[in-house]
């Protein structure tokens, strides 16, 4: 079988609160390096640079994160980028690249700001949901969970569908621990990885079954849209009467031909500062470093500086950051909290 080639849909949104003071709405998380040398945008787009499994990717981002696309594009120079005129939430992003591409083009869908360890196993789950979408399938990432985490969604999984994947019995929003720990010891839900595959022609089927007006004004806003040197500009007023909704609510949730293929691929949304703790590498006392610092007698500690020098002693399950004149320490539960925090929410 010859696998079906796929068009990368990269989105860039968002601004990365929970990532404060390191992410910040002038410079959000995926244009960030806070894994390796390559920011999280970067990284998405080298995991889809392989011209013979994939087409120059569609970008959809925001106008105050167009300047750090363009210059983070050296992945993917052929890209197309369309410029959303204000952000309506995932499903009317992937609409709008999906009414700029042909019916029989297959969109990965994909985050700009998730950490994949294991490139080779997301490159397989891939090309089976590739596989998956050309039969009809609208196909979600399953990530088999290795604990109750309550901060991600989940995917009730049913009976095996062949070419590697499960029909998807129900869509769970984040539950609270209790109920977490019910899925995960049940072994039949898996994390929701936010990444999705679908052909064109079947996205667009089901918007217009189940969201028709936001089809309408995504078809009205591109056929009205201009060109600005490269970026697509979809017209604004059509636009602004989307009602904003992810992709999950309005799609995947309803439709009957949803599936997901299971993968190990080392992945983290990168969701908060202990989740980068946890994807970071770490020494024999579990703590990492970035910047300029000195640990005594500390274990399980991240520190991340740009520059003033970090001294901690005795210290345990704690994270140090500091940026510039903002200094954040958090115990790891915390974590969480940052967001709410008045210097991340007026960044």
């Given at each position: 079988?010859?696998?079906?080639?796929?068009?990368?849909?990269?989105?860039?949104?968002?601004?990365?609160?929970?990532?404060?003071?390191?992410?910040?709405?002038?410079?959000?998380?995926?244009?960030?390096?806070?894994?390796?040398?390559?920011?999280?945008?970067?990284?998405?787009?080298?995991?889809?640079?392989?011209?013979?499994?994939?087409?120059?990717?569609?970008?959809?981002?925001?106008?105050?994160?167009?300047?750090?696309?363009?210059?983070?594009?050296?992945?993917?120079?052929?890209?197309?980028?369309?410029?959303e005129p204000e952000a309506k939430n995932t499903a009317a992003a992937i609409a709008l690249a999906a009414m700029r591409l042909p019916e029989d083009a297959v969109m990965l869908v994909c985050?700009?700001?998730?950490?994949?360890?294991?490139?080779?196993?997301?490159?397989?789950?891939?090309?089976?949901?590739?596989?998956?979408?050309?039969?009809?399938?609208?196909?979600?990432?399953?990530?088999?969970?290795?604990?109750?985490?309550?901060?991600?969604?989940?995917?009730?999984?049913?009976?095996?569908?062949?070419?590697?994947?499960?029909?998807?019995?129900?869509?769970?929003?984040?539950?609270?621990?209790?109920?977490?720990?019910?899925?995960?010891?049940?072994?039949?839900?898996?994390?929701?990885?936010?990444?999705?595959?679908?052909?064109?022609?079947?996205?667009?089927?089901?918007?217009?079954?189940?969201?028709?007006?936001?089809?309408?004004?995504?078809?009205?806003?591109?056929?009205?849209?201009?060109?600005?040197?490269?970026?697509?500009?979809?017209?604004?007023?059509?636009?602004?009467?989307?009602?904003?909704?992810?992709?999950?609510?309005?799609?995947?949730?309803?439709?009957?031909?949803?599936?997901?293929?299971?993968?190990?691929?080392?992945?983290?949304?990168?969701?908060?500062?202990?989740?980068?703790?946890?994807?970071?590498?770490?020494?024999?006392?579990?703590?990492?470093?970035?910047?300029?610092?000195?640990?005594?007698?500390c274990s399980n500690v991240l520190v991340d500086t740009d520059g003033p020098r970090v001294h901690a002693i005795g210290l345990e399950d704690l994270i140090i950051v500091v940026d510039g004149?903002?200094?954040?320490?958090?115990?790891?539960?915390?974590?969480q909290l940052v967001g709410k925090l008045t210097g991340a929410v007026n960044q």
């Amino acid at each position: 079988m010859v696998d079906a080639r796929l068009t990368p849909v990269i989105l860039c949104g968002g601004s990365g609160t929970r990532l404060w003071p390191r992410s910040r709405t002038s410079k959000a998380k995926p244009f960030l390096p806070l894994i390796t040398q390559e920011t999280l945008f970067e990284q998405a787009l080298l995991r889809c640079s392989d011209p013979n499994r994939f087409d120059p990717p569609v970008i959809v981002t925001g106008a105050r994160h167009l300047p750090h696309v363009e210059a983070q594009l050296w992945a993917a120079p052929n890209a197309q980028i369309i410029v959303e005129p204000e952000a309506k939430n995932t499903a009317a992003a992937i609409a709008l690249a999906a009414m700029r591409l042909p019916e029989d083009a297959v969109m990965l869908v994909c985050p700009s700001d998730h950490h994949i360890g294991n490139r080779d196993a997301f490159t397989e789950a891939a090309s089976s949901a590739a596989q998956l979408a050309v039969e009809g399938w609208l196909v979600c990432f399953g990530v088999q969970p290795s604990g109750p985490e309550t901060g991600f969604g989940y995917v009730h999984v049913g009976r095996e569908i062949g070419g590697g994947g499960f029909q998807v019995l129900k869509f769970v929003e984040k539950p609270d621990l209790l109920r977490a720990r019910g899925y995960v010891a049940s072994g039949e839900y898996w994390w929701n990885g936010g990444i999705f595959a679908f052909s064109v022609r079947q996205f667009l089927a089901e918007l217009r079954e189940h969201r028709a007006p936001m089809l309408a004004y995504v078809a009205e806003a591109v056929e009205n849209g201009c060109f600005a040197d490269r970026s697509f500009l979809p017209e604004a007023k059509s636009f602004a009467r989307i009602a904003a909704e992810s992709v999950d609510h309005a799609v995947m949730e309803n439709t009957r031909n949803a599936a997901v293929v299971p993968t190990q691929m080392e992945w983290s949304d990168i969701g908060n500062w202990r989740a980068l703790y946890a994807a970071r590498e770490r020494n024999a006392d579990g703590n990492t470093v970035h910047g300029p610092a000195e640990l005594v007698g500390c274990s399980n500690v991240l520190v991340d500086t740009d520059g003033p020098r970090v001294h901690a002693i005795g210290l345990e399950d704690l994270i140090i950051v500091v940026d510039g004149e903002d200094v954040l320490i958090t115990s790891a539960a915390g974590a969480q909290l940052v967001g709410k925090l008045t210097g991340a929410v007026n960044q």
